[in-house]
Structures are given as C-alpha cells and as structure tokens.
C-alpha cells in the first residue's frame, strides 16, 4: 500500500506540473487572442454562466462568476454604444490588464520558490484566472477597435492620474515594486510562502478598488459583471491569505 501510495503522489506531482506548464505555455503565447476567441465562440452560440463553461481558475477562487459571465454583449455593450478611448471601460480594461499580468509573474516565481501544495495550488488558481481574465479585457480592446496602451497616466480614468507616480515599477496602488518582486525571487520555503502571500493581498486590495470603480462607472454590462466578480473573487481569497499568513506566523502588511 506504501508503494501505491508513493505513486499517487507522484503521479499526482506530475499532474501538478502538467498543468503549469500548459498554463505557462498559453501565457507565452499570446493568450489575450486565444480568451478573446473562446469569448467570441461562446457569445456567437449564446453560452455563458448557464452553459455551464467557465473561463475562471481551476478552483475558481478568483473572480467568482464574473470570467464565466463575461463571455457576450462586449461589442455592444448590450445596446450602448462601443466605449471610447477615454471611457472607464476602455481605462478599466488596459489597467487590469497590465495589474493581473504582475499577479500572474508573482505566481509563477513563488512556484519555484516553495513546495507547500497549499501556497503552489494557490498560486495556480490566481495565475490561471488572472490571465484568463486579462485575455477577455485585451480581446474587448480589440473588439472596439481602442489601443492596449495610453499616453494618460494609469488610473487617470478613476481620476486617480496624477496620485500614480510609479514608484519603483508599481504603476498602480497595490502592485508590487520592482524590489519587492527581487526579494520574492530569492526568497524560499515558508519566507517566500508569506512575502508572496503579503504581496498578492496587497495586489487584490488595488485590484478590487479599480474593479470596484468599473462596476460603478463602466457601461458595458459584460464588463461591469466581470469587475464585480473580481471584487467577490478577490476579497474571498483575501480572507484565505490571511489564514495562511496566521498559519505561518506572520499577517498582511497595512
């Protein structure tokens, strides 16, 4: 029975990092274009949350139902007309986009940085989500004909322009600074476990304030519905770091 034990783990190990892999496979591979496709085949056959097909993270922990939902109207916006490039929806969708492709770097350094099966797992569930939901913002962008990039600082559709300095590499509250990645990139064991766990909740809590903005102000509903389930996602998994950082000891940074 130790024998067939040992297997499964390693059988179940090997799974593990199938899955990485084959996430890290479609990050590289412009995976804005294969979401944004997926989204188009969904809206086109009229799925969404009731097909019963999601675009969330394996244990869809992060953004709720709001990946799953997020799937037709964003040409139209369900009868309003396509945003313009000023508009919080086109802000909202280059902003997350450049805040969940950090998400997704923290996530993949932290995997090589510990083997705790809880923190890795994680980790998989915020990397996949996040880029999922990166591909849908950036496939939305290309729907409305807008650029992925602005010459107006980061946040400037919130109002928040000129409270955005970039210290350091972090274009927009939360994000981690240029330093602080460094550090999780040489850190291991349970240290890596807990700077990654504080980094990521302080990455959520200016992930939710900017969805928290889109849900008020944008005016593509498809767009609006997947803010809110980032808002949802987001604190849920909060609340679960903050279990892991007590578990090790340690807690959220103010």
């Known amino acids: 029975m130790s024998g067939f034990g ?3 783990r390693r059988l179940g190990t090997a799974a593990a990092q199938s899955r990485w892999s084959g996430l890290a496979a479609l990050v590289r591979r412009r995976p804005w274009a294969v979401t944004a496709l997926a989204a188009l085949v969904l809206a086109a056959l009229g799925l969404g949350a009731a097909g019963g097909l999601a675009l969330g993270g394996e244990g869809g ?3 709720g139902g709001g990946a799953a939902s997020a799937t037709a109207g964003a040409g139209s916006g369900s009868g309003t007309s396509t945003p313009g490039a000023a508009s919080a929806d086109a802000g909202f969708a280059r902003d997350m986009a450049v805040h969940h492709q950090q998400a997704v770097e923290m996530s993949f350094i932290v995997r090589d940085r510990t083997g705790n099966a809880d923190v890795r797992r994680l980790a998989y569930d915020i990397a996949q989500t996040q880029a999922n939901q990166r591909g849908m913002l950036l496939g939305w962008l290309d729907l409305w004909g807008l650029p992925k990039v ?4 980061p946040m400037t559709w ?3 322009g000129q409270s955005t300095p970039g210290r350091d590499g972090a274009l927009m509250p939360g994000m981690a600074t240029n330093a602080e990645l460094d550090r999780l990139r040489t850190a291991n064991g349970k240290q890596a476990e807990i700077l990654y766990l504080q980094l ?6 200016g992930g939710i304030h900017m969805a928290q903005a889109c849900a008020a102000s944008c005016t593509v509903s498809v767009e609006k519905r997947l803010a809110q389930g980032m808002v949802t996602g987001q604190q849920s998994e909060i609340d679960t770091m903050a279990g892991m950082l007590k578990e090790r000891g340690a807690k959220a940074k103010k």
Do not use: E, K, W
């Not at 602005?150 to 600082?153: C, E, F, G, H, R």
């Not at 990521?200 to 809590?205: E, K, L, Q, Y």
């Open 6 to 8: 040992g297997l499964r």
């Open 61 to 63: 922990t992060d953004g």
């Open 150 to 153: 602005s010459t107006d600082p």
């Open 158 to 160: 919130m109002g928040m």
């Open 200 to 205: 990521m909740t302080a990455h959520h809590r």
